[in-house]
Every structure is written in C-alpha cells, then in structure tokens.
C-alpha cells in the first residue's frame, strides 16, 4: 500500500503558504484486497531540524490533519513524509511533500503600493489620423522598474508580489513564473492575494533589473455589465506592490521592494482591459523613466494565494483558417474556448494594424459578436516592422472558437491559447454513444472556460460574474471532473464577506452591480456549497468558517417570512431561470430551498457539534408549511411543473406517502412532451438524478438521448462544443435568441455531468459518507448504451465504476481505494448468477455481505479491484 498525491491545504507543494495551521493529506493505493491503513507517523522537518513527530499514531486518517508542528515561521520550507501501517500491523512505504510558507506577518511587508503619477505623464502629441484609433496614454498599463545590484548569486530569492489591476513580473528581462492574470479576483475591499515566485535561477550577481507590467483587470476596467470606466468598484488606475527577498551564501539577506526609488516607463501595450481587449504598438519600446508616485494605500489587506492560479493549459491550433478578403481572414479552432490567440505574422513593414476579433459562433459564415453586448474582446496589434512577428496579448481574455483577423495578406500562424483557474484535472467519463462522450466534454470546457478567477456564469460578454446560483447547481459536476476544494473555499469567503447585515446573501460574488438580496436557489448557493465541499472532501473548516453565515442566511429568510413561505424579501426572484414552456410558482421553489437550506444548516450544526435541534424543527415546519400550501391530496405540487416536482422529491418536501403519485405525474408530464423536458438551471441539475432515484431511469435515458428540441443532443446536433446559457440559444424555428442575453458559454445545464458520473458510470457515496469513505456503486446500464465507465481521483485515493452488457452477461468493474468500503449494486434479475471469475459473489474475497433483492444483488465490498458478471435477464 503506497501513500500518493500528498498534499498540504488541499494543493501539492504549496509555495506562499498563508494558513498558520495548515492540513495535511494523502492518498493510498494498494492492488490487495481489504488493504488499509491502521496507523501513520508523520514527520517534518524545516532548516534541517525536526519541528513535529506525531510519532506512531493509531488511526485510518489521511485527510486534512491539522498541523500540531512548531509554530510556523514566514518564507520557510517546511518537509514532510508520512509513514503508512496497513491493516496487519506491517510498516508499509512512506512519501515525502514540501510546502513553504509566504508572509504571515504585516511586519514582514517593507513593500509599499506604488503607481502612476499623473503629474509626471509625458505632454501629448497632437494625435495623428491612426492615433485617433488609440488609446490615451493615461490608458497605458504601467511598465514599472526597479534597478539592483547584489554582491554575490543568491543561495535563495523570492518574490512577494501583487497589485490593483493584473500583473507580469519580469527579472532580467524574463518573465517570472506561470501564472496569468494574477492576483486574481477577490472581494479586494476584504482581501486581496499576493503571490510567492522562487526566482533563485533568474537573480544575478551585480546588476539586476526587477520589473513589472500591470493593467487595469478587475480593479479598474471593465467588469460586469457597468458601462463605467474606470468603473470604480475598487479603484481608479492600478498600483503595484512586491517585495524580492534574497538570502545570500553569507547568511545575509536583502530584500528589494517597491518604493519612490521605481520608475515608470512607456511600453508597447497602450491599453488592456479583460473584456475590450488590448491594444499593443509594437514599435514603441519600453522608454522613459518617470517618476513614480507612492500610493496612500495601506499594505493589506493581503492575503497568500490559496489555490491554483490562472495559468494557460493547453493549446489548440487552429482546424480551418479561410481566406476572406485579401488582408481577412477567419480562423475556427474547432472549439469554443476561454483564452486568446497567438498569431504569427508574416514579415510586415512597421506600423500595419492587425485586429483580432472574437466571436463564439458564425452567423452566415461572419463572426457573430451581438451576443458579446459591450464587450468589444478586440485584440489591436500595430506591426513592429521586418521578420516574422509574434502578438499574443496578455491582459485580456476571450470567450470564442472563432477569431476574424484583419490586416495581413498572407495567412497567419494561429494558435488557441487556452487559460482558466488550474484545478487539478481528477475525472473522466466514456461510453459508446458518440454523442453522450460530446456532452461531457462540452460540460468539461464549459467549466474550464468558466472558472476563471471566480466561478463565472459566461467567459465572453460583459458578464463574467460569480453568480451563485449557477455555481451551486453545477459544483456537483465540477468536482467529479476536477479537485476544485481550494477553489471553491476561496471564493466562499467573498459568498461570506458580501452577506449584508440582515444575513442575506448576494446572488453574484464578488459584489459587483447586484447590490439586491440573494433570490432563491442563488443565495442559498452560500450554504450548499459549503456542506458540498465538507462532503466531498472533508474539508471540515470550510464548515466551521461559513456556518455562522449560513445560520444567518435561513434565519434572515425565516425572520422576514413568519408564514414558513418564503413570499417576502426573494430579492430578483428569478425562479427556475430560463425554463421552457412552464412555470414554476415562485414560492414552492423558493420555499423548497427554505426547507433544503435550513435542513443543511442542521445538518452542519450536528456535524459541528453546535445546538441543531432548531433548525432540525424549522426543516420540520417549513416541511409541513410547503405540504400544506402547495401539495393536493393527490400528491400534485402547485403549478405542476417538472421543476415542482423535482424539488419537491429530490429535497423530501413530500410526505412519503404520495411520493410514487408525484414520481407519476413527473413521469407524465415529460412523456406528453414526447420525453422532453421543461427545467431551466434549477430544475435541470435535479431532473435526471430523480428519475433515477426512483425507478424511472429509463426516462433519465430518453431525456438524455434526446435530440429534439429542448435538449443537451439538440445544441449538440447543431455544432455545440460547450453548453449553451439557453436551451434554445439557436433553433430551427426560431434562429438566434436575443443577443440581449444568449451565451453559449454556460456551465449552468451542465448539471447533468453530475449523474453522468454517479448514475450512467455508477460513482456515488452512501447518504452518510463524507469524502467517498463509503462508496455507493450504482451502475445502471440503460438507454441506448452498451458500456461506460468513470473514474475519479477522489481525496482518499482512485474509485472507479464502469459497466459493459452484451445480450446475456452484464460485466461490472469497480475500484475501491484502500480504507474505503463500498456498497455495490448489481441490476440483474438473477442475483444468484453474480460472479467473479468462477467464484460466486458470496465467495468472492473482499466481499463481506451480499444481498439479493428483485433489483439485482447488493454486495458490500472492501478495498480492492473487482470485476463481476451477471446475468442480464432483464430485471
Ligand atoms: C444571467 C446570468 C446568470 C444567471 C442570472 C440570473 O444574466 O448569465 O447565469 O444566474 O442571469
């Protein structure tokens, strides 16, 4: 049994650490059956002295242990291994991780906020004809820099950087590290990241030149949909901070910050902002050298960056480039994307203007950009002049598959540089349906492209908001296809900053422009995504720092809706949003998500240790108060939609007695549409897994293989590679939706990803698990497939689940990692014919229990490796 994957604060090798008393987490893997681990020891080491032993401790714990070393001291790499003891008492192997903390102190910061002086702005040219095209100069992002010299090469260098605005770092003329668009965004009147660089190669000895570019971003462009510019939500025009700290081979150290002594220059990128675009002059080089100002901005509040940054992950060429006219051309990458294009330009005289723009789809073979709105996502580039030119810009980022390029004659070169949050990829879903294989991937793009910096809603018009009720209805799904723990916990603190006094929450995060109360299902994105993350990662400090807020949310709901209905204060009340062909009544779905949020409420309370039993009694009211208002005696819910039903059901609001006549008229209703459905991103997320749940997983299939109007198959029919905001986005009857609001960029019916894993593959955990410590296996073969299969990279290890039928025997593979157990249920109307290899199920090792039922065989498993077959007389 081997210890993998070691982690610290849910991420692998952490540099900047910023918690005080982080956790630590392993992995295991073992091919032997029942394989666990009994005990662990683990040791760390910093500066070559031992600074915590746990010594031999009897547990099967691997995650999130908190930290019991030494005190943690700023800017030191800390080493830790872990020794594993399985289940017979044996030592087993040991693994060895890092981490490094940033600055934990204020006093460790000398660095003040530095920016531009406006006094010391160069006079302006009278503009020429071209120039009247450009930007001002006050537009210009700030080339800042900083000249040094250090006696000696540095035995170790760090950089601790940051800024109002997004920036670059440079030593010596090279980019330092990997990271775009950082600091990221964060609700920066609370909080604002600084990032920790090991820059020991790029330090010299003698004369060294830091230097940083730093545009607007979210700071002090365009965000949202707010015309403004600078918008102002937090300030006016960048600034910059950053402190390199070196440790000389005497034991010495220096540390170079910024301060008055900086200067200021020009440089090629005139203006950068995330949705226009950015506008570079390549004939202008870095020039002058003003002044800069110190800002009055004091240090903080800054907090180390706890989660992956924004990095470009991949790159896609270009499928088709096609010629236009003489100097246009349009490029299609094949797949709608969040990132921006690198071109190479043929050899140009100086001076030629080449504009890149972006557009999602194609309407009559042109860029269609009516549904980007403000959002002019315009790359200019004016050509420095000879060989081969390279234009990729840096400031900005685009929602698109196609990109028009204007201005040279000979084709470019042309690739898709794709970038969003890193979450560590940790999922993978296959069948044999072709078009079943096109949904995941779409939903897997949609959620690169949209969790940038914060979950966002789209990545291409002037949106690109964190709205909370898209991210709780697609988290499910966004943690089978990646680890997003880190992620999601940091975003939850700007959930948490933006609740207002009266305890609601907001429906975007970061607060920009929605200054109204959360509506159902999008403030209660504040209390289920926490609750998400304690269950599916364990990650139980997450709980304990948001429960007061969540408390504070169902009592602002209860307080101001003494009726138990939740009528009053539903802030912007979207309801089921952009639903087809019904209505769901406003109050049983927002009165639904009462019960659902005040009964998680309880449920963390318990798990907290803190007094439940109120809210336990408020579910139980709000309950009642929902059964008496909406449900008849024939178990229908008020508006009898699809939406009514599915909350109702999947969030136990009927009494059990009528929960057969609901699944009916469930049923029913999306039978009369010829299997089609009806929700929109609420009901969406919960349509399929219903159905399944109770016995109707033929029609969860039919849903799915749809290619009828509306459908996932019907955007997929019509070309899409990402899911789109609507479901008629575009149509045969009806063309383009409204440019007002039409993106095809939207994680939001993507929900479905969700049951992809947990149902058509299987992967589940049993109601009481908590980070798959108990796996429920489910693999329900149906629909038009004959085979698919899941894994995922889970926190204690690789849990697999997939399934292949032919026309008498139904092969079922499963993996459990080692200290988990699993309960595995095998449809097949032949319990008896369950085996593995020539052994019965009962005889098999490492199953502990079998249970034959009229729905198949029930096996409860240990760790290991299984494959069985059965029968597949139909059940
Ligand atoms: C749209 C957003 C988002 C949704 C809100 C209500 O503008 O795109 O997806 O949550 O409206």
């Known amino acids: ?156 260098a760090r950089l601790y950087a940051t800024a109002h605005g997004v920036y670059e770092p440079e030593l010596n003329g090279a980019r330092v590290g990997d990271r775009e668009l950082a600091p990221g965004w964060t609700e920066y009147h609370h909080r604002i990241q600084y990032q920790t660089y090991d820059v020991t190669e790029q330090v010299r000895a003698g004369d060294n030149t830091l230097a940083a570019v730093v545009a607007d971003g979210w700071w002090s462009g365009y965000v949202g949909f707010d015309p403004r510019r600078p918008a102002r939500h937090y300030g006016d025009a960048p600034g910059f901070l950053a402190q390199l700290v070196v440790d000389l081979p005497d034991g010495s150290q220096q540390t170079i910050a910024t301060g008055s002594d900086w200067t200021e220059s020009d440089g090629p990128i005139r203006a950068a902002d995330l949705m226009m675009g950015q506008y570079v002059d390549a004939r202008r080089a870095v020039s002058g050298n003003r002044p800069v100002a110190v800002l009055d901005t004091a240090v903080g509040p800054l907090v180390a960056e706890p989660d992956e940054p924004i990095r470009v992950v991949t790159e896609l060429p270009a499928v088709a480039v096609d010629r236009r006219a003489p100097d246009r051309f349009v490029i299609d990458f094949g797949q709608n994307l969040v990132g921006r294009v690198r071109l190479t330009l043929p050899g140009m005289p100086g001076g030629r203007r080449i504009t890149v723009r972006h557009a999602e789809v194609l309407e009559d073979g042109e860029l269609y950009v009516a549904n980007l709105r403000r959002a002019a996502a315009t790359d200019t580039y004016l050509t420095a002049g000879g060989d081969t030119e390279v234009f990729e810009p840096r400031f900005t980022f685009h929602g698109f598959r196609y990109a028009e390029v204007t201005g040279c004659t000979e084709a470019p070169g042309a690739v898709a540089r794709v970038l969003h949050s890193d979450t560590p990829w940790t999922g993978r879903f296959e069948c044999d349906d072709p078009m079943v294989n096109q949904l995941h991937a779409n939903i897997g793009w949609g959620q690169r492209g949209n969790f940038v910096a914060v979950p966002t809603d789209c990545p291409q018009r002037d949106e690109r908001l964190g709205w909370l009720a898209d991210a709780q209805v697609f988290a499910p799904t966004a943690t089978r296809n ?92 979207y309801g089921d949003w952009l639903q087809v062909d019904a209505e769901t009544p406003r109050d049983v779905l927002a009165t639904a998500y009462f019960a659902r949020s005040t009964q998680i409420v309880a449920q963390a309370a318990e798990v907290l240790g803190r007094p439940a039993a109120g809210y336990r009694s408020l579910h139980a009211a709000v309950t009642e108060a929902f059964q008496d208002a909406f449900v008849g005696d024939d178990g229908s819910v008020k508006g009898s939609t699809q939406t009514g039903y599915l909350l109702a059901l999947a969030f136990g609001l009927l009494p059990d007695t009528m929960v057969d006549a609901a699944v009916g008229h469930l049923a029913a209703d999306i039978e009369r549409r010829g ?201």
């Open 1 to 156: 049994m081997i210890p993998y994957g070691l982690q610290t604060e849910q991420r692998i090798e952490p540099l900047g650490l910023g918690e005080p008393q982080p956790r630590l987490s392993w992995k295991l893997r073992s091919d032997r059956r029942g394989a666990a681990q009994s005990a662990y020891r683990i040791t760390a080491t910093a500066d070559g002295e031992t600074v915590w032993d746990t010594g031999r401790r009897q547990s099967a714990d691997t995650i999130l242990i908190p930290w019991e070393g030494a005190g943690l001291r700023s800017a030191t790499r800390y080493h830790w291994r872990v020794e594993i003891w399985d289940e017979t008492g044996t030592a087993g192997s040991t693994a060895e991780t890092w981490f490094e903390t940033g600055l934990l102190h204020r006093e460790d910061w000398p660095a003040v906020w530095i920016g531009r002086d406006p006094v010391a702005l160069p006079p302006v040219d009278p503009p020429t004809d071209e120039d009247l095209l450009a930007p001002g100069p006050e537009e210009a992002p700030l080339y800042l820099r900083h000249e040094f010299q250090l006696p000696e090469r540095p035995v170790r």
């Open 482 to 573: 990646a680890d997003v723990s880190a992620f999601f916990a940091r975003w939850l603190r700007d959930v948490v900053d933006g609740q207002n006094d009266d305890g609601a929450f907001r429906d975007v995060a970061p607060i920009i422009a929605f200054e109204r109360e959360g509506a159902p299902a999008w403030g209660d994105g504040g209390v289920i995504i926490p609750w998400l993350l304690w269950k599916t990662y364990g990650d139980r400090r997450v709980l304990e720092r948001s429960f007061d807020a969540m408390a504070r949310w169902v009592e602002h709901i209860h307080r101001h809706n003494p009726g138990l209905l939740w009528e009053n204060r539903t802030g912007n009340s």
């Open 675 to 875: 299997n089609r459905l009806t929700t929109g991103f609420v009901g969406v997320s919960l349509l399929c897994p219903v159905l399944s749940e109770h016995g109707r997983a033929d029609l969860a299939y039919a849903l799915l293989h749809q290619e009828e109007y509306p459908s996932w198959g019907y955007s997929i029919r019509h070309g899409a590679t990402t899911i789109w905001e609507r479901w008629d986005g575009w149509t045969d009857h009806g063309g383009f939706q409204s440019a007002a609001m039409n993106s095809f960029n939207h994680y939001s019916l993507g929900s479905v990803g969700d049951w992809l894993y947990g149902r058509v593959a299987g992967i589940d955990q049993t109601p009481d698990s908590v980070a798959y410590a108990e796996l429920l296996l489910r693999p329900t073969p149906g629909g038009l497939l004959t085979w698919a299969s899941a894994e995922q990279e889970t926190a204690r290890g690789l849990v697999a689940c997939g399934w292949s039928r032919d026309d008498d025997r139904l092969t079922v593979t499963v993996t459990v990692p080692p200290g988990c157990t699993a309960v595995l249920q095998i449809p097949t109307a032949d319990p008896g014919s369950v085996r593995e290899n020539d052994l019965p199920a009962t005889e098999t090792a490492g199953v502990i229990q079998a249970e034959p039922s009229a729905a198949g065989l029930t096996l409860r498993l240990t760790s290991g490796r299984y494959t069985f077959t059965a029968s597949t007389t139909p059940v």
